[in-house]
């Protein structure tokens, strides 16, 4: 048996239930690739199924207002997605779907990544992902630190079968057992693993408490479904000063989630 043949059977008897990999539509698996973006599993999937149940269609969220889309996105985190995933419908109903991963990028709010990922699972493009766990897996497999043009590479040449099912089994394997402690012992692959010690950990995230992206969360969460708010308004409604609301708001203004009017916001739109 092959490595590919290896890992591919593994992923038949062990790949977890997750309601987007039911579907080929790409707008499902758009929103899905959002959300995961920064945000783990088990808080996605019932915010993912809210989201859908609320906006079914690519045509549906193209509709929404922002204030809508924002309050059905509260706990992922990271509002400025919503906006962008928003803005990509909005381009998809008026001009339709790119076909592969390099159209794909046209897409407000889609890089590398996602692009990938989207034309593999919707439309069945062969081309290889690069996240996080397929970097930790093809480094360890490789036996050197992968990444960029290389990692790209790799990726490509180790594909086996199609790409739907190779790319989702490989990210499986890095999520269940070839994580930054690994579970070397039920790997299906271990055979063909250069060096499993090997990994390089993503830069590490900012802490949430206290920081200005808590800032901004709460900001946005006080102005949904009210309109226009002053910013001393926001400091009663957060329990944030002055001084954090204002700078939160210039913020939330440039990534064109939030209107100013001298010192009050609303929703954008």
Known sequence: MTRGEALLVWYRDNARDLPWRHTRDPYLILVSEVMLQQTQVPRVVPAYERFVAAFPTVDTLAAAGLDTVLSLWSGLGYNARARRL?????????????ADAAGLRALPGVGPYTAAAVAS?????????DDTNVRRVLSRWMGEALDGN???SVAGDSMSGDATTWNQAVMELGAILCRPVPECDTCPVREWCADP????????QTRFAGS????????????????WQTHRQLTEATGHGLERIAAAVRS????????RRGTSARIAG
């Open 212 to 227: 200005d992206r808590e800032v901004r969360g709460a900001v946005v969460r006080a102005l949904g479904g009210v309109g």
């Open 197 to 204: 010690t090997l990994y390089r950990p993503p830069a590490r």
């Open 150 to 152: 290389r990692l790209r």
């Open 121 to 129: 699972f919707a439309f069945g493009e062969q081309v290889a992902v």
């Open 252 to 259: 939330l203004a440039d990534d064109g989630l939030v209107d």
């Open 86 to 98: 928003r803005d990509a419908a909005r381009h998809v109903a008026t001009n339709g779907w790119p």
